[in-house]
């Protein structure tokens, strides 16, 4: 009986051994709330988790997690960085949002932003060698690291720690996935084609998904990773980041439109979407009250420094509305049915009953809150996939859209009273929701779960075979069978040429 009761607590306890795990999102909030909750998810199931936050507000991103729960098993790292680097990312953050409110062309952002931006953050990520010496004696199983155009850096420091990756991000590319061509089927990111393309549309997506790399190639920064080890010089980032050991996608094929993926490619759509935390007494006094209902506004945590006149214009449009609006901006303050705050819990908003319509400029997690609240939404796009989304909003008749720049305030009020009053609408969405909730587990609890299994196999057993990219468009599978068919076609072209040409020869000689 004690045998027993020994080896059954023995293998309970090398069960529940946590692993440790290092989180490295990009300085975004958005961002890191994505790894955020995925990091949390493991909290649960008693991994130790440390947050290494570069140029970020890491206090936003964590505004979420239980931290007395988890104060045992939760770290975070704030590298020293010069502040000139700080100063310089918030300078060029600034300078992005004055870019998209004046209409300029988003080129502009690339060529003066993007490139010095990443750079900025790599050196910044590099620089504090101490804390990267602390990392890698720390040991760390794993570490999840936010993939977007540029980060190829934050790969590299995983490399020098010797800890196998996950990239984690909104949108993956096919390229660093090994991700099947699908341009048939699947839009560009950056497109405005569904899935239903076409031939032209066919065409110019094709296109897109050929030119993508090569732009970037021609806009990414050549970064030394020997700073960080001699052994890394020359280290193409890229490669580090096609040897992840999975690929967590923020998207789910009920919106984002089904495609063929390999085993270590897993669609998490919603990961910070989860049940509504009751609100505050004040809060939830506001939004019981509100019994025509509330319309949440929120623009996301990036674009800052709105134009008055865009302000304006919306309270305006929300002042005709006979229902509560909440809205989020940089000032409080109440006018008329409108209340200002200057940060809601958007979330736990969108879970309450009163919550109707939320207007957003449609951001990955945003939009996914809504969709797993059942709250029909409104997009405003103004930068990078929101335009996608808006897209998609449209196809499935869960919202609309609204044009800020051109959009009078009669053309916003009718808008967005169209979907307040839509039965069709609030229907659509309520479906979208039960879609995304009846699966086994919520969102991040399926990265989670696919983080362990990892952690306990390895992935090579997910992994597809390494291509070409000649094998990888099939042109060597083309060109052997264009090759014979063109010679057996030329060859029957001429003996009938040849045939037909005897013919007339010998019915001219017999005429003659």
């Not at 932003?113 to 990520?125: D, E, K, L, Y």
């Amino acid at each position: 009986m004690l045998l027993s009761t020994f080896v059954f607590l023995t293998t309970f306890v090398s069960c529940c051994h946590g692993a440790k795990v290092l989180l490295i999102p990009t300085p975004a909030t958005s961002h890191c709330l994505e790894i955020m909750s995925i990091g949390q998810a493991l909290l649960k199931r008693g991994h130790d988790v440390t947050l290494f936050a570069v140029l970020s507000d890491h206090r936003s991103c964590i505004g979420r997690l239980d931290k007395e729960a988890f104060k045992e098993k939760f770290t975070v790292i704030v590298p020293k960085v010069d502040p000139t680097m700080q100063k310089t990312h918030d300078d060029m953050m600034a300078a992005a949002g004055g870019i998209i409110f004046n209409r300029e062309y988003m080129w502009k952002m690339v060529m003066n932003f993007m490139r010095p931006m990443i750079q900025n953050h790599c050196r910044a990520a590099m620089e504090d060698r101490v804390v990267l010496e602390r990392l890698k004696k720390d040991n760390y199983d794993v570490a999840l690291i936010a993939r977007m155009p540029g980060s190829e850096c934050l790969f590299a420091i995983g490399a020098y720690l010797g800890v196998p990756t996950v990239a984690v991000f909104s949108y993956l590319d096919n390229t660093d996935t090994g991700m099947p061509l699908q341009s048939n089927t699947f839009p560009h990111l950056m497109s405005s084609f569904t899935n239903d393309m076409t031939f032209p549309e066919r065409l110019l997506n094709t296109l897109s998904f050929f030119l993508t790399p090569i732009v970037f190639k021609v806009f990414e920064q050549s970064i030394d990773y020997s700073v960080l080890d001699e052994k890394m010089e020359g280290v193409d980032g890229r490669d580090l980041v096609k040897k992840s050991l999975l690929f967590i996608e923020n998207s789910d094929y009920i919106i984002d439109y089904p495609k063929a993926v390999f085993p270590n490619f897993v669609q998490c759509g919603g990961l910070t979407a989860s049940p509504a935390n009751p609100l505050s007494a004040e809060m939830k006094k506001y939004m019981d009250a509100a019994t025509d209902g509330v319309v949440l506004v929120t623009f996301g945590s990036m674009i800052k420094g709105f134009p008055t006149s865009l302000i304006e214009k919306l309270m305006s449009a929300f002042g005709r509305l006979k229902y509560s609006v909440l809205f989020k901006q940089d000032k409080e303050g109440i006018r008329g049915n409108i209340k200002s705050m200057k940060w809601v819990p958007q979330n736990d908003i969108l879970g309450h009953p009163n919550t109707k319509v939320f207007i957003s400029h449609c951001g990955k997690n945003g939009f996914w809150e809504a969709v797993y609240h059942g709250v029909p939404i409104i997009c405003m796009p103004i930068h990078a996939e929101t335009f996608t989304t808006a897209i998609k909003v449209k196809k499935y008749n869960i919202g609309s859209r609204i044009e800020i720049f051109d959009d009078s305030v009669d053309d916003l009020f009718e808008k967005i009273s169209q979907v307040l009053e839509s039965t069709a609408i609030r229907q659509n969405m309520k479906r979208m929701s039960r879609l995304l909730r009846d699966r086994p587990e919520r969102p991040a609890d399926r990265a989670a779960s696919a983080v362990e299994h990892v952690l306990k196999y390895g992935g090579d057993h997910m992994r597809p075979p390494p291509v070409s990219f000649v094998s990888y468009i099939y042109a060597d599978v083309w060109a052997t069978i264009a090759v014979p068919v063109s010679v057996i076609t030329t060859a029957v072209v001429w003996i009938c040429r040849r045939c037909c040409c005897k013919g007339k020869a010998n019915s001219k000689r017999k005429t003659e």
